[in-house]
């Protein structure tokens, strides 16, 4: 947390200005007034400014205090909130709660509610990407569970600098590949696709992205829009063969059935009477 001293005419116009320039709420403001303004004789002679001793926490004290704050709206208990800084990412783990399950939720959804909050209050800060949660080390838990099913890829890509893509998984899930990933200098990834099918690339890092990008797209699999006849094609299941369907009378139970009628023999058609012209 760094001091920082402002002087002015007023107390008030200090707490603003100081506000606006560092982007600071009202939760997380703290001052102390060195010195208040007089106008002294008259007005005219010994009249003294203002002096405002302010503390301007960092983002990771920010995001604590956050957090903190948080957690006690909520009523929920908590022994502390730990927070350390890598690069423009702050990592935040909830230790002592008594109520750590409330706070994971099922598979996790509570935890990354309250991710998502922390973050949208620090969006604007410039030099912070993204803040994360933990509670009791079940984040970093379960990401090495889940990083165990994907280090054979990313081994791969490493030995034989092959773009690897890997399957269609939640954001959630990407982010956790992306941070794994920014550890290990020969690597880079990538994300192609849209929506629920959004995969990652891994490549090396000597390779560059269009490269990589070409690659891995001429890798995935490519299936004929219109197959001709006997080249995969499906069958049509919901047709039988003729032979297969049976046709029984509409007859009611009870009801004796009709007798089939005979065809009508072809008539001969009648001869046209003949018509005289009077005279």
Known sequence: MTSIEKTGSSIESLIAAFRGEYRIKDWELKYEIVKRPSKGLFGLFGSKTAVVRFQLPTLEERAVNLLSLLLNKMGIPFKRVNGKTQGK??????????????????????????????NRVLENERDLDRVYLDVDGYRERREAQFLNRFKPLIKKAREQGKPQTLEPMSATDRRVIHRHIERDRGLRTLTIGEGEMKRIVIFSAKQKESEALSQAQGGQDRRPRNPRPGHNARPNLNTRPEHAVKTEPSVKPGQNPKPEQKPRPNRRPRPKAKTSAKA
Do not use: P, R, T
Request: hydrophobic share 45%; charged share 25%; no cysteine.
């Open 89 to 118: 990412s702050v990592f935040l783990e909830i230790e002592g709660s008594q109520d750590s399950g409330l706070l994971i939720g099922k598979n996790g959804y509570m935890l990354e509610k309250l991710e998502f909050f922390v």
